[in-house]
């Protein structure tokens, strides 16, 4: 069974966290500059909560409040959902699809391991599958 800790050790666990202190306008940079989607909300070592593209969207944007003004704490997702090292990824999927959101870190006694995206699990399910298609393919066929 594919989990989320196989999964982390195929990306990488590193996260890209954020003081609750931090402004909007920072951490939209911060996402921006590094290619992702979402933060880690962060005082001192304790995970807070997390901040997405769509808290900026919805919270933010669409409130027309000042994102240079606004700081994280004030506008994430909290409580956020989380997943161990040993959820299986189609849990995680469910988890996802069921509360509509595309991050999901991965903790564990609050220690941050990791983040997983929809994006990683869609990722995972098709190399799974172009294995399984090439396994029957040569099971059918034999190696080419």
Do not use: W
Not at 88 to 101: D, F, W
Not at 105 to 115: A, I, N, S, Y
Not at 137 to 144: A, K
Request: glycine residues 6%.
């Amino acid at each position: 069974m594919s989990t989320a800790e196989l999964l982390l050790k195929k990306k990488g666990g590193t996260v890209v966290t954020v003081d609750r202190e931090t402004s909007v306008a920072d951490a939209a940079r911060i996402m921006n500059d590094h290619h992702i989607g979402a933060l880690i909300v962060v005082s001192g070592e304790q995970a807070l909560g997390i901040f997405t593209e769509r808290d900026i969207l919805c919270r933010v944007v669409a409130a027309r409040r000042d994102a240079a003004a606004v700081k994280v704490e004030e506008v994430m997702t909290t409580p956020m959902a989380c997943c161990t090292r040993q959820t299986g990824l189609a849990e995680c999927r469910a988890v996802m699809t069921e509360n509509k959101i595309r991050h999901l870190p991965v903790v564990e006694d609050g220690t941050l391991f990791g983040m997983i995206s929809s994006g990683d699990i869609l990722a995972n399910e098709v190399t799974t599958q172009e294995r399984t298609i090439r396994y029957l393919n040569d099971y059918l066929y034999g190696r080419t």
